[in-house]
């Protein structure tokens, strides 16, 4: 269908939109119009990645100054699901401007998805290797310039004399078929998802990877991971010539500070150390030779170091580990002169390193500010000033690359050396540097760690912000809008939740705070160890098994609280009578253990069987995996996902935001618990046609303060009449639920209400909905 938002001509490939995709659309044009940021809560199963991707395409069209479409998602399945739904968008709005005779009209539009070599390498060394960073070393031993250097030597020696023994080592065809085409190894327009990619690779002998990162230069429409933009490590090799007329979009961007503050903290280990110190020795053994047998090349990057900082020449070959996010007027300086010389900069790694060693003796916990911390440190390590400091990654990039460095992935513990001294000599606020002698949960056992650690999230948006005239955060659980924005440091043109308009309430939260014995519920610290609360959380599984059809999803606050629990359930015999109603599968945190569980998971809902899979919040199932369908008619969150409260770095940060921010303890960690709970609670509904119930079991989802921090579209639906209950007063709820569900759906009589037509559209009077306001009412009136 195609109609007008507010003078923008939308193309959109299916024949019906849903009020809330087209109000969604609005905020959307209000934030491009105005060239500013946005938040915008979309409820889940609404659409919302075909709503961006249709709005934002036809805008560019409206609006040819639009260059590029950022689009960053979190998963390389989610990539692929863009790069299709761009597909059916694009696909639409060519056969309806051809059809109107204004094929002309549209611009031909080219979209690519990257990700990494082990998914885009038709070498199967590489695309099996177990790491990213195996990939990437074994990538860079088939394509670095000195290896293709040496390999065209040995070809003219072999050449002159065939009965050498050194034959030629092998290289990359794929890489080589790329450089001989040059500036010509560019994607005709289209839409390429990865499997396309590869295929064009193998037909022309391209390699995919760098196919791709060159033809995202002339690309309109990029989907790639997070890491691209937000981890500057990345970001240095991937983004940097992305112009600021492009649109950057964050899909599930609930946890986006965590993903900045992630990406900017270091952690260093005595095992670290020791590695680093074997890397420094391996390095300075490889100085000697290259002195004694080919000093030209030394000279020559002392050369370049005198000009300031630069990329080394064959940094697009291969993934060095740039530096992290420094300020662009560090960037205009020079590297210090104790550190130009290969040897001088190994020596200061190994005071550094002694430094750090030193530090780890201590026996009792320390938190610094990263002033303080250098105030010690810069004595000790025989510098000036910390300018030395700030030069550490880029300066043992140059060194890797001069020293012709193939297999990377052994100098990681020097790197993250280098990336924690980076760090430290470019902020001297939003840190904080901790050393802690043990782990809490284990104080009898030495662990010495030393932890950079990122208090502040806006540090790695800031640059985003900044170099992009329109940024959009979206996600289905992003409330607090305002509380949100603090803490990335911005403020948004636009800042919109949209509600859910239902045919049907098909969707039914509740809170269960009692057992049937009118026990309260818990997993608060003084109540977890309870029997009385393990046999009611037990027996309200039970209850839900024996009602509840197909598959039952179970959230717990850790992994070592479901152990315990489901330990204590094997012993109160609540495990076997769940087994009598449904199969159980646990998640672990073995990825590959977890991915057999859904498997047979899914198998057993599919058979009729139904399944109980019970995991954890914050884990990879709760980000990552739809329970749609028959897959998920009921999730239970078992308890309030708040983090661990004593976590140094956690109170580190807590401290920060109440001294900066001023947000309170409370109200961050109520905030990033209901987040995690309302991720939780969308995996069961994926669609408007889909249902399911939201169980939230701890007695305190009944304070009000607490449920108001949960996205409108679930407040929206949680009633007094479903707060407070026990678990008999839930059940009753439940079992009509399940009946009116289970009646049929005509899906005429959701046109003109929650399904809309281009007529709808069209007719007078305002067709958004608001917050207040009935939306199957309020399109009844359009």
């Not at 209901?674 to 305190?700: E, F, H, N, P």
């Not at 439940?734 to 007719?763: C, S, V, Y």
Request: hydrophobic residues 40%.
């Amino acid at each position: 269908m195609i109609f007008n938002v507010e003078n923008v001509k939308v193309y959109f490939p299916y024949d019906y939109v849903y009020p809330e995709q087209y109000a969604y659309m609005r905020e959307l044009k209000r934030a491009l119009d105005s060239n500013g940021h946005c938040i915008l809560e979309m409820p889940t199963g609404t659409g919302k990645t075909v709503t961006l991707l249709s709005f934002i395409t036809s805008y560019q069209l409206a609006h040819r100054e639009v260059r590029k479409l950022i689009y960053c998602t979190r998963t390389v399945g989610e990539l692929e699901k863009v790069l299709s739904e761009l597909e059916v968008v694009i696909r639409y709005r060519d056969a309806q401007l051809e059809k109107a005779g204004k094929r002309d009209q549209a611009a031909a539009v080219l979209a690519v998805g990257l990700t990494t070599r082990r998914n885009l390498c038709l070498q199967s060394a590489v695309s099996k290797a177990e790491s990213r960073e195996e990939a990437d070393s074994l990538c860079r031993s088939l394509t670095a310039s000195w290896v293709r250097e040496s390999h065209s030597a040995a070809i003219a020696r072999f050449e002159k004399n065939p009965d050498l023994e050194d034959l030629p080592t092998t290289l990359c065809q794929f890489y080589e078929g790329y450089r001989r085409e040059g500036n010509d190894a560019i994607l005709p327009s289209g839409i390429y998802t990865l499997e396309k990619v590869l295929q064009i690779g193998r037909e022309r002998g391209w390699c995919p990877y760098y196919t791709v990162r060159h033809t995202m230069n002339f690309a309109n429409v990029i989907v790639y991971n997070y890491q691209y933009l937000l981890d500057p490590k990345i970001a240095g090799l991937i983004s940097r010539e992305l112009s600021r007329e492009c649109i950057v979009v964050f899909d599930e961007a609930h946890n986006i500070d965590n993903v900045c503050i992630d990406a900017l903290s270091v952690s260093l280990r005595l095992d670290d150390l020791r590695r680093a110190q074997a890397n420094v020795v391996s390095l300075r053994n490889r100085i000697q030779e290259i002195r004694t047998h080919d000093e030209r090349r030394l000279l020559e990057e002392y050369r370049r170091i005198l000009q300031g900082i630069r990329r080394p020449a064959d940094v697009d070959a291969f993934t060095i580990e740039a530096s992290p996010v420094i300020p662009e007027d560090v960037l205009q300086e020079t590297i210090p002169g104790n550190i130009r010389r290969g040897e001088h900069f190994l020596l200061f790694l190994l005071r550094l390193i002694d430094f750090f060693r030193q530090r780890m003796r201590s026996t009792q916990v320390t938190q610094d500010t990263p002033r303080n911390f250098l105030h010690a440190l810069m004595p000790s390590v025989q510098i000036p000033d910390s300018k030395p400091l700030r030069f550490c990654s880029d300066r043992l990039a140059s060194l890797l690359q001069t020293l012709e460095i193939s297999n990377v992935r052994d100098f990681v513990s020097l790197q993250k050396l280098a990336h924690f001294a980076t760090l430290l000599g470019t902020y001297s606020q939003g840190f904080s540097v901790i050393m802690e002698p043990y782990d809490e949960r284990a104080p009898n056992v030495p662990d010495p760690v030393l932890q950079l650690s990122c208090l502040d999230a806006s540090i790695g948006m800031r640059p985003i912000f900044t170099r992009f005239q329109s940024v959009i955060l979206t996600s289905g659980t992003i409330s607090p809008l305002d509380l949100y924005a603090r803490i990335l440091g911005f403020r948004p043109a636009v800042a919109h939740s949209l509600n859910i308009s239902l045919h049907r309430a098909s969707i039914c939260p509740m809170v269960i705070a009692r057992g049937s014995d009118q026990i309260a519920i818990s997993s608060k610290y003084d109540s977890r160890r309870d029997p009385s609360v393990i046999r009611n959380y037990g027996a309200l599984l039970v209850e839900l098994a024996s009602v509840v059809p197909d598959g039952v999803v179970g959230f717990f606050t850790s992994y070592i609280y479901l152990e315990s629990v489901v330990q204590m359930w094997h012993q109160m015999g609540i495990i076997q009578k769940l087994l009598e109603h449904k199969l159980v599968f646990i998640e672990t945190p073995d990825i590959f253990e977890s991915s057999v569980a859904l498997e047979n998971y899914r198998r057993a809902c599919d058979s009729g069987r139904g399944a109980i899979f019970l995991c954890v919040a914050r884990g990879k199932v709760a980000e990552g995996i739809d329970f749609d369908r028959h897959y998920g008619r009921c999730v239970v969150i078992i308890g309030v996902p708040f983090q661990y409260t004593e976590s140094r770095v956690l109170r580190a940060r807590l401290e920060f935001l109440r001294e900066h921010l001023q947000i309170r303890e409370g109200d961050f960690l109520t905030f990033d618990a209901m987040r995690q709970a309302a991720q939780c609670m969308g995996r069961v509904i994926r669609s408007k046609v889909d249902y399911g119930l939201m169980i939230l079991a701890d007695r305190r989802y009944n304070r009000a303060q607490n449920r108001s921090k949960l996205p409108l579209w679930i407040q929206s639906h949680l009633d007094e009449g479903k707060v407070d209950l026990s678990t008999d007063m839930a059940l009753g709820i439940i079992q009509e639920f399940l009946i009116r569900m289970a009646q049929p759906l005509d899906r005429k009589e959701m046109i003109g209400t929650t399904l809309l037509r281009e007529i709808d559209l069209q007719a007078p009077g305002d067709t958004s909905f608001s917050e207040t306001a009935s939306p199957i009412a309020l399109m009844g009136s359009a």
